[in-house]
């Protein structure tokens, strides 16, 4: 079994930044996709920004160039750094990633318990 946990300071100004980072830890052989995603108040969850089992990343329109997703092999996190914060980017964001958890048997999909992302005017 996987356990994610996000961390990162939940309140930032309007035009500041802020890191979140979110680790993995259980048993699995390995972690083959890490995204963030968010929720935002009587709106869908959506993609911010996803990356792969190598360096290719993907982001949503309204982030691109400001948010940068990166992965730490190592320590078995990724993280997304934020800067230029608006008030739209207010919402609960939550880590997925889709691992496998033994060889021979299918990946599976875990979800961190989303920490609060709020930016003020």
């Known amino acids: 079994q996987v356990q994610l946990v996000e961390s990162g300071r939940g309140l930032v100004q309007s035009g500041g930044s802020l890191r979140l980072s979110c680790a993995a830890s259980g048993s699995f052989v390995s972690i083959n996709a890490r995204g963030w995603y968010r929720q935002a108040p009587g709106k869908p969850r959506e993609l911010v920004a996803s990356?792969?089992?190598?360096?290719?990343?993907n982001y949503a329109d309204s982030v691109k160039g400001r948010f940068t997703i990166s992965r730490d092999n190592a320590k078995k996190t990724v993280s997304l750094q934020m800067i230029s914060l608006k008030p739209e980017d207010t919402a609960v964001y939550y880590c997925?990633?889709?691992?496998?958890?033994?060889?021979?048997?299918?990946?599976?999909?875990?979800w961190g318990q989303g920490t609060q992302v709020t930016v003020s005017s």
């Open positions: 990356v792969d089992n190598g360096v290719s990343t």
């Open positions: 997925k990633m889709r691992v496998k958890t033994r060889i021979g048997v299918r990946e599976s999909e875990y």
